[in-house]
Every structure is written in C-alpha cells, then in structure tokens.
C-alpha cells in the first residue's frame, strides 16, 4: 500500500486545476458567464454621465431672506393630535400669530385618525403630532411643501442653477413657512411653560441665504439604477457557481471525502477560481466608477474594496445556498432572487425610516449592506466636509464599517456552510448531531482506548450453524472486517423498508469475498455502510478496530480503503489520465509518486489507448474500468467493490479478476456481483445475501455441497428406453442418485459428489445400454446459478 497523506494543499490545487480545466472545455458555459458579467459592466459604464454633475453657482449671491413672518401664504389648514387641553391651549396661541391668522386649525383624537386628513390639490395640511407637552412633529405636505430628502443624496445646503435661476432645496424651509411655524409653536410651548412671551422676538428672526461651495450632486434614479446594476454586476457568476457546487456536492464531494478529501480543499477549489472571477470584474467595476468620474472624490481602493467584499460574500452565499437547496437551477434562481429582493430592501432602508433593530438585522444580508456601501460612496463625495478638504478620507467612517460588515457576513454565510454541511441529512454520506461542535472528541484527537473491549463483544460467524462453513483455522485472528447485528431501514413514503435485517458477519484478511443475492438483497446497502456513504440504523461495523461510527475513525480508515460503487464516479470534462491522476491526489498519494501511479493504473487496467478521452465520451464497459482504476490507486488494504465488472468486456473482466487474485494477499477484498461465474472462480468466500439477511457464506465446493453438488448427468432417450429400467440402472451404481427432472425424452440426476470413483462403470453401462432408447447422455458440474436459485427457492419458502 502506498503512503497516503491528505494534504490540503495538494487537494485543493488538484480540485482547482480540475475546475479551470471544466472552464475550459466546457467553453459555451464559459463564455455565456463571462458576456453576461461584461454585458453587466458595459451597463454600468454607460450610466456615468447622466449620473452626476457639479453644482457650482459662483454667480449666487449672499442674500436677505428677511423675518420669519414674511411668510405669507392662507392656503392651508391647519391640523393637531391628539387634541388635549394642553395642546388646544398651544395652538391657540400659535394660531394668533399675525401670519396664521384667519387660517382654520383642527383637532383630532390621535395621529392616525389626523393622517386621513385628505384635501384637495388646491389645499395643503399642516400637521403637528403632539408626542408630549413639550415635543411634537411638523408634518408637511410630501407634493407641495416640503419635499422628502433620500438619504444618500440628502445634500440639504445645495443649490442648483437652471440658466438664470438658482434653486436651493433647503430655501422650501424658510419660504414654505416650515420654519415660521416651527417659532411659532416653540413660542408658544415657551409662554404656556414659562407665561412669558417669546412670539414677537421669535417672529422678527431674520434668515440669511449664504454663498454655497461647488459640490457633486447625484442624479436622483438614474444614480438609484447604477447602484442596482451594481448589486447584480456578479450575478452570472453567482449563478454559476451555485449550480456547479451543488452539482457537484451531490454526489461527488461524498465520494471524494470518503476516499479522503479534505472538506476545506472542496469549498477552497471553487471560491478561489471565482474569488479570482470577482477580482477582475470588482477591478473593472472600481475603474469605472472611478475614472468615468461617477465618483470623484473618494479613491479607487474603497470603490474596490467594496466590490471585493461584496462579490467574496455573494460566493458564501452561493456556498449556503447548494448546501440548503438540491436542485442545480433552484439554487442558482434563489440566489440571484436573494440578491435583487435583498438589494432592494437597501433601497428601502435609504427611502424610508425602518426601525434600528431592523436595520441592524438587514446587515446580515450582504446585498444590502452594499447598497448602503454603495449609498454611503456616493454621499461621501457630495459632503460639505469632504469638499472643503477635497479629500474623502476625512470622513470614510461609514464607507469602512460597510467594510467590516461585509466581511462578517462573508465569515457567517462560510460558518453556516460548514455547518448545514455536516448537519443536514443527504443520500451519502456521514451527518453529524447538530450540536457536534459540543463534543470533545470534535475539537480534540480521539483517543482509542475502547476498541479492545469492543472487539471482544463481536461475536464472530455463527459457526454452529450449519449454513456457515466455518473459516481455516489459518484466518482465525485476520478478522479486518466484523458486522455486528446490522440493521438498515430507509423511509419511504408508504413505511419503512428494511434493507439489512441485523447481519453478523466477519470478513477475512487475504481473503476475496464476494456477496451474492437477488436485486435489491442489501449487498449495495452493505458496501455502501462499510465505505462510509451510508450510515446504519442499528449495529456496528469495525474495520481494522476502527468502529466506523466514530467520525474520526472513518477518517483513519479512508485512508486504507478503496472504493468502487455502483455508479461511476468520475469527472466527465476530464481524459481517463486526468482523472486518474486528480483522484490520485485527493487520496493523498504523494505528490513525486502520483505519474507513476496513473501509469501503473493505465497498464495494468489497458487503458493506455483510451487513456486522452474525455470520461463522457467512454463507453460504459471503458467508464467501468475507470472507476475500478480509480478504487486501485495507491494499491489499497480494504477494497470494497460494488459490481466492478458490470458493462465490461470478457478480456477486461478477465483483466480485473487477475488483478483481484494477484492482489488478494494480506488485503481485504469485498465484491458484490451479479454474476456466479465470476464469484465461483474469483471469490474464496461466498456470503449469499436474501432479503437483507445472511443465508450463507463460505467456499464453492461447501455452497455447493449443502445446496446440491454435484454433478448433474443428463440422459436423452427415445421412446423405445424404458424409464424405470433406466433409473434402476443409474441407481444400481449410485444408489444416492436422484432424479430431479424428467421429460418425455430427458432425464436429469443428481449424482453425488463423493461418488465420483462409480462413475466409470456408470459410464459404462450407459455405453452399452445405447441399443435401448438410450440417445446420448451427458454429464455437468452443478454451476453456482443452480445453488444460487435453491438457495433463493428456500428464501422465499422461510419468508412464507
Ligand atoms: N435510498 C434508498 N431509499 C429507499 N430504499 C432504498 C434505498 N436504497 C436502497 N433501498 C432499498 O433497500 C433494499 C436493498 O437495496 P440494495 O441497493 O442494497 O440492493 P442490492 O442487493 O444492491 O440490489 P442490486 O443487486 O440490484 O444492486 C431494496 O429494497 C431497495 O429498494
């Protein structure tokens, strides 16, 4: 056996070749990732110009706003709640303010019932919730009055020029009367509170317009859509990359961790290939944003950064996704869905007052946190500080702690990952309990200190039966492989279905044991337990003293096993070379010895011929032979092969039964096969398996004893023969002969095995007989399909 050791490095080089490789040839599927992702940049390259512009407007102007008051405008009404006494008492006095005057105000009972308050185009609202004595809220109306600032365009002290005019959003406070009414509640609070009137000073208050600074302002919803094809500039390649590790986790990640693959190595291979992917289109992105001046004041690092980050945990999520999901295309849908809702509800955040909590637990979902990132970017650059210091770092606080957030839920989605991955029940495979992570043996080497005892509670084949042969003496003490009271049952829709009904079974070093029985016996279930892809309801298995029920245990035996199961297990984007040898180094074979391994592989199996075709396009006898060269590599201790000549030519089953035979000493050899030839000159050690239970094990010549051996002699005659002279004659020599089938013209007899040396007169007589209506008579060995069918006769006889 050759020196295993399960490095990750090694692995994950060899996963992450084998993926370039799957890019490569598999070009349409490339390609189509990659225009997408370019389509995707080329958008967000062509948005650029409409999406900002500088306001400088060096023409306006310090200007006199003049009093408070001066605000004049009757067409309004005003509306208060709750209506108490107290806030009936300050509205009065705000309605004798001398620009209120005349003007209608309302109380209500509560806000909710004010905010029905619904007037015609021509007539605004003014609305004041009381929350207490002293504090309120000044509703104005969303069309006319005031408008509603997003957060991150909320550049308030800005002024924009149109030709002549200058227009500054924050002036709609002052000359809307936002501000006048604010004093005249304030003033009003003040004298109920204080009995001191504050009215006239507050009312002859005098606003100033100051002279604005040049600033970048964004372009309201074409900024809005920028930042959209922003969350989803990954997307393709998110899309992608669910579907393959889904793919893939399905059924060859299992195989692979049982022939000792690193699960680092797995989730390592696939998020550095798109990890490299999110580097150069977050590069190209930042250079966009960047140098087409979408933002001028903040450096590229932070542009990139933030791609980076977000694109790194979009692959976590991916990686969460195939773990939750089975379906390919579902978890690819689900994800890129994921992103647009979860992207959205950024927009929300920006647009509405969600509660903190709220806020805080959107966090989680990377998507949002972006598009915060995203907003924060662009309002940084539109800051009144940056822009006096013409230098964005000053106040990059925000921007960072998205970078942080980012990076946590990078670490969270990674974390659960890992977990459901080892929690969540799949068809192969070994789940642990979901509080694994408790457990000491988790976190500490496992200490093997209860294998003898375990060992001594085994109870080895139940010898005093006699459907058991009972092993030489020469393999007493080479027990590798001891089954204790096995059970498996699988849930199906209808109830339970028993596959294993507490097998007791112990398998021998040195030994080829092949496992026969009908379809759907148990004999796949069987290997399936003892390669660890299954996991039995009941019972226990060691292998070597090593209980497969311990994880860390498995690990120790994969490293000794070789495993063929039913289906292939071979990557079809890659030559039969190819996956010899990335399969040589996820079983951890040593880097200098890999080529020689592959070679002797491709030799001993003939498959030099075949050795640069792809694997999907092999025939399934050649795909067959592949999966077994597989198993062979690093010339395993324990072989556990499920059918591994199924498909194949006679020359290369022959191949593989030489190799078996050449390899059988001071290894462990367990097959499963469907065919009796096969286990009756390749197997020393036949267990007849029916219905999930034992019926039999031991050698051909025992089987075949117990169920009928011997030699079947066959008589064809005429109609002039006589029957019963016939039988006499054979019983005259053979006396133990029986007859077991007979026709119009054929006679068939057991003769037993012991009687070989009566065979010659026999033989004989029947010579001499020919003038008699004796035809022809011929002689055969009773074949293992004769036993095998007695043998299942019984089956379904003790079943009934
Ligand atoms: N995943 C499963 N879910 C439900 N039932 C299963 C499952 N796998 C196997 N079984 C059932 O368990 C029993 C044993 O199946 P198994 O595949 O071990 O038989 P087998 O002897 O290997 O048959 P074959 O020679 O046809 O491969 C069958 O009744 C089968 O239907």
């Not at 198993?631 to 059918?643: R, S, T, Y």
Request: hydrophobic share 45%; aromatic share 12%; proline share 3%.
């Amino acid at each position: 056996m050759s020196k295993r050791c399960m490095n990750v490095s090694q692995q994950t080089w060899a996963l992450l070749y084998k993926n370039y490789l799957k890019k490569w040839r598999m070009k349409a599927q490339t390609l189509l990732e990659w225009f997408f992702s370019f389509l995707l940049v080329l958008f967000v390259y062509l948005f650029p110009s409409t999406l900002h512009y500088v306001r400088d407007s060096p023409q306006m102007l310090i200007t006199d706003l003049g009093h408070v008051d001066t605000f004049n405008d009757s067409n309004y009404v005003i509306a208060f709640a709750p209506e108490s006494k107290m806030a009936r008492e300050i509205m009065d006095k705000v309605a004798s303010a001398p620009f209120i005057k005349g003007s209608t105000v309302m109380g209500w009972p509560d806000e909710k019932s004010m905010d029905t308050l619904d007037l015609n185009y021509s007539i605004d609202a003014v609305k004041v919730a009381f929350t207490d004595t002293l504090s309120y809220r000044l509703k104005f109306s969303w069309r006319h009055r005031i408008h509603k600032m997003k957060e991150h365009k909320n550049h308030s002290a800005r002024c924009d020029a149109f030709e002549e005019t200058i227009m500054c959003e924050d002036l709609m406070f002052w000359e809307k009367g936002f501000v006048a009414f604010q004093a005249a509640i304030n003033a009003a609070v003040i004298e109920i509170k204080t009995n001191h009137s504050v009215m006239e000073e507050l009312m002859s208050i005098t606003g100033i317009n100051m002279k604005m600074l040049p600033s970048v302002a964004q372009g309201g919803l074409a900024t809005d859509f920028f930042i959209f094809f922003c969350i989803i500039s990954f997307s393709a390649f998110i899309y992608n990359v669910s579907v393959n590790v889904t793919q893939e986790r399905q059924y060859m990640k299992s195989m692979m961790t049982m022939m000792g693959l690193r699960e680092s190595a797995f989730w390592l291979s696939w998020g550095l290939m798109y990890a490299g992917y999110i580097l150069i289109v977050a590069t190209l992105m930042a250079l966009i944003v960047k140098y087409a001046h979408v933002i001028v004041l903040t450096g590229f690092v932070m542009v990139f950064i933030l791609f980076l980050l977000y694109g790194l945990s979009l692959i976590t999520l991916a990686f969460l996704m195939s773990v939750l999901i089975k379906k390919p295309f579902l978890t690819g849908l689900v994800v890129f869905l994921l992103i647009v809702f979860w992207g959205i509800l950024g927009f929300t955040a920006l647009y509405t007052n969600i509660p903190v909590f709220l806020e805080w637990a959107f966090f989680l979902l990377s998507p949002f946190t972006f598009t915060i990132g995203m907003a924060q970017l662009l309002r940084l650059d539109s800051d009144v500080d940056a822009n006096a210091h013409s230098n964005s770092s000053h106040n990059p606080h925000l921007v960072i702690a998205t970078f942080f957030i980012l990076m946590l839920d990078t670490l969270l989605y990674l974390t659960l990952t890992l977990y459901f991955d080892k929690v969540l029940p799949s068809d192969y495979g070994r789940r642990r309990p979901p509080l694994f992570f408790l457990k000491k043996s988790f976190w500490f080497q496992h200490q093997r200190t209860h294998h003898v005892a375990l060992e001594n509670e085994i109870e080895s084949d139940p010898a005093s039966d006699d459907s058991f042969e009972p092993v030489s003496p020469e393999f007493r003490g080479k027990e590798a492989i001891r089954i204790k009271n096995l059970k498996k049952e699988y849930t199906r829709k209808h109830g339970k279905v028993e596959a294993l009904g507490g097998l007791v079974f112990d398998i021998y070093e040195g030994q080829i044991t092949a496992l026969l029985g009908h379809s759907g016996a148990g004999k796949t279930t069987l290997l399936n337990i003892l390669s660890g892809l299954s996991v039995p309801t009941s019972g226990s298995v060691t292998i070597y003293n090593h209980p497969l029920s311990e994880v860390a245990e498995l690990e120790t035996v994969t490293k000794l096993m070789g495993i063929c199961p039913q289906s292939n297990v071979q990557f079809g984007f890659l030559t039969v070379r190819e996956n010899l040898r990335l399969f040589a180094k996820v079983k951890g074979i040593l880097p200098q010895e890999v080529e020689q391994e592959v070679r002797r592989a491709l030799q001993e199996l003939k498959m030099e011929n075949i050795q640069d075709i792809l694997a999907q396009n092999l025939s399934g006898g050649q795909s067959r032979k592949l999966t077994f060269g597989i198993a062979m590599l690093g010339d395993p201790q324990v072989l556990l092969l499920d059918e591994p000549t199924a498909g194949m030519d006679l020359l290369s089953q022959h191949r593989v039964w030489d190799l078996l035979r050449e390899r059988r000493s001071d290894r462990v050899i367990l097959l499963s096969t469907q065919f009796m030839d096969e286990a009756d000159s390749l197997a020393d050690r036949k267990a007849f398996i029916s219905n999930g239970r034992l019926k039999y094990a031991g050698s051909s010549l025992d089987l075949k004893k117990k169920w009928g051996i011997g030699y079947n002699l066959s008589v064809h005659l005429n109609e002039m023969c006589d029957p019963e002279s016939l039988t006499s004659l054979v019983k005259q020599h053979i006396p133990d002969a029986k007859l077991t089938a007979q026709s119009e013209n054929k006679f068939v007899y057991i003769l037993p095995l012991e009687r070989t040396n009566k065979f010659p007169d026999l033989f004989k007589d029947l010579d001499r007989c020919s003038n008699r209506g004796i035809e022809n008579y011929g002689v055969s060995i009773t074949t293992l399909n004769e036993v095998f069918l007695k043998l299942e006769g019984k089956s379904t006889v003790d079943e009934s």
